[in-house]
């Protein structure tokens, strides 16, 4: 078999001002998720996630805290490696920009595009908004209730007037709308390309890429006084990761450029625009991808801490268990839109798809073979046409989910992964196996045969968004081999495997009570 290309994945590091919440949960695991489709799909994976815990906004809030930015820093990165235990995220590395590698990785970026000629000083002038840590010009700005100027973001935004590094981003326009048009999936979704290709459109300025008027991040190279732009030290973190700037690295030669970076909408410009335009000054490959996702609202309104109604990962997982939450936040909402968080929708759509759906299928199967046949799975007779179609089902049902997956549209590989189920559940209906068992006790072999055969390939193909579940569900019908290769005929499961008593896998949920009911 020829070895299939290495796999690099990442999620925005998170700024260290705030605890986890589920906008962070839900980007980190959408990056899970592909990250062990692929590697269940025989790719060596990098999967990258960690902390932004440098700039204005973190000093700020350490200042605020009474603790040493280090200190803060450290106390809230722990909060977001918690959630990614808690989340069962598979990231291969949590990086970290405080760290001693990531400070020679940025510095030396920051040479080489000095070097290239890239890098010039002067003085900025303009607008700065530290909850958005990011530059805006007066002509995006908007009138807030108080006289004060806001960003598009809603962020409050300050003058500034201080001594800075500029980037030659102007450079850069035309040979970013070449590189878009020439890779059209460089954004998805689609329509948000064209956002960016009209921003870049509208005229590029060049870009402040140093602070001097406060000290917590990476100093410029033979600046003294020159903190980096929060972001040219965030962006370059896919880069240390691998190794930068040791570029004979073995994890840089095999993972850069990553294929996909995963983000939220509200960072889209600065991994789109900004971070490209960095690589191609530094004559560093592209990467492949960059996916802007929705955002969630809670019951209909914005989420945030002000409001009072931010959503907690960890409340939620204990209410209602793990998988259901990864399930509901990627299935619920198709990927890329926004979505609104209810609890009723929480606990229909699992009820729906998870307990009456594949928990109901592999309950009422596996119980049927407990009981009837000997506690194993049985041997099959010949296979009829129904039969073979559900089998074929189940092998076209990875193709379709593979396809989906290329394209981070997890609501349809999940569609296709609950279709199976659904059609698995017609094949009962029409087969009936439990009036079988005293008809034709052999047919109903067959039947039960197929049945376990296609749960065996369901639970493989749902690994990824349900990984706790579907490995309870295959160490309950002893399935060992687990990877995609297995789908099909190749991995079929072997008649006189023991089944014994199946437990349930997902449990149904109370609707929660309706406001203002007691
Ligand atoms: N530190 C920067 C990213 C640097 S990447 C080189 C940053 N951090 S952040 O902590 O503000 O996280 C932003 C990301 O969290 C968003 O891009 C998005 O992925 C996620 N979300 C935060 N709130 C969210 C929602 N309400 N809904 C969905 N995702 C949201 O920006």
């Known amino acids: 078999m020829t070895e299939k290309p290495a796999y690099y994945v990442t999620t925005p590091i998170y700024y260290v001002n705030d605890v986890p919440h589920i906008g962070h949960a839900y980007t980190t695991l959408a990056a899970d998720v592909l990250a062990r489709f692929k590697r269940l799909d025989g790719h060596d994976v990098m999967f990258l996630t960690g902390t932004d815990e440098h700039g204005q906004k973190v000093e700020k809030s350490a200042e605020k805290a009474g603790v040493d930015p280090q200190a803060f820093c450290d106390r809230v990165s722990a909060r977001f490696q918690d959630l990614a235990k808690a989340m069962n995220f598979s990231n291969d590395q949590f990086i970290r920009t405080t760290e001693e590698r990531h400070k020679k990785s940025v510095q030396h970026l920051w040479k080489v595009l000095q070097e290239k000629g890239y890098i010039y000083e002067d003085k900025y002038a303009g607008w700065y908004s ?86 917590w991040g990476v100093p410029v190279p033979d600046a003294p006084g020159h903190i980096m732009y929060v972001w040219i030290d965030a962006l370059t973190n896919y880069l240390t990761a691998v190794g930068y700037p ?15 970076h995963m983000v939220g909408k509200d960072i889209l410009r600065f991994h789109a625009v900004y971070w490209p335009a960095f690589l191609m000054a530094a004559d560093l490959p592209l990467p492949g991808r960059v996916f802007a996702h929705g955002w969630w609202t809670n019951e209909g309104q914005k989420i945030s801490k002000s409001l009072g109604n931010v959503i ?29 968080f209810s609890r009723k929708n929480f606990v229909l759509r699992c009820n729906a798809d998870l307990a009456n759906g594949i928990g109901n299928l592999s309950q009422r199967t596996l119980s049927m073979i407990h009981k009837n046949c000997d506690e194993q ?25 593979r396809g989906h997956m290329d394209r981070q549209a997890f609501h349809l590989a999940f569609d296709a992964i609950i279709g199976l189920v659904t059609a698995a559940d017609g094949y009962i209906s029409v087969q009936q196996p439990w009036a079988l068992k005293k008809t034709d006790p052999e047919r109903m072999n067959t039947v039960l045969y197929v049945l376990a055969d296609v749960i065996r390939q369901i639970g493989i193909l749902a690994q990824p968004i349900m990984p706790q579940s579907m490995d309870k569900l295959l160490s309950q019908m002893n399935v060992a081999e687990r990877g995609f290769e297995q789908i099909g005929e190749a991995g079929r499961i072997k008649p006189g495997t023991a089944i014994p008593k199946p437990e349930g896998v997902f449990p149904r949920f109370e609707l929660p009570a309706e406001e203002g009911e007691a």
Do not use: C, H, Q
């Open 377 to 401: 799975v049985p041997a099959p007779g010949s296979f009829t046409s129904d039969d073979n179609a559900l089998f074929a089902k189940a092998e076209e049902t990875l193709e379709v989910v």
């Open 312 to 340: 907690d990962p960890f409340e939620l997982i204990e209410s209602y268990g793990l998988d259901p939450v990864r399930f509901f936040l990627l299935r619920e909402v198709p990927f890329g839109n926004d979505g609104d």
């Open 130 to 215: 530290v909850r958005d840590e990011a530059f805006y010009t007066e002509t995006e700005l908007t009138d807030g209730e108080n006289g004060e100027k806001l960003a598009p973001t809603g962020a409050p935004v300050e003058w500034v007037e201080e001594p800075s590094y500029f980037f030659k981003l102007s450079a850069f326009e035309d040979k970013l709308l070449a590189f878009y048009d020439e890779n059209p999936d460089f954004v998805l979704p689609r329509a948000r390309l064209n956002e960016v290709k009209s921003f870049v459109k509208g005229g590029l300025e060049d870009l402040s890429i140093s602070r001097t008027t406060f000290s």
């Open 246 to 260: 040791d570029e004979g690295a073995e994890a840089y030669k095999k993972f850069w450029p990553a294929n996909v």
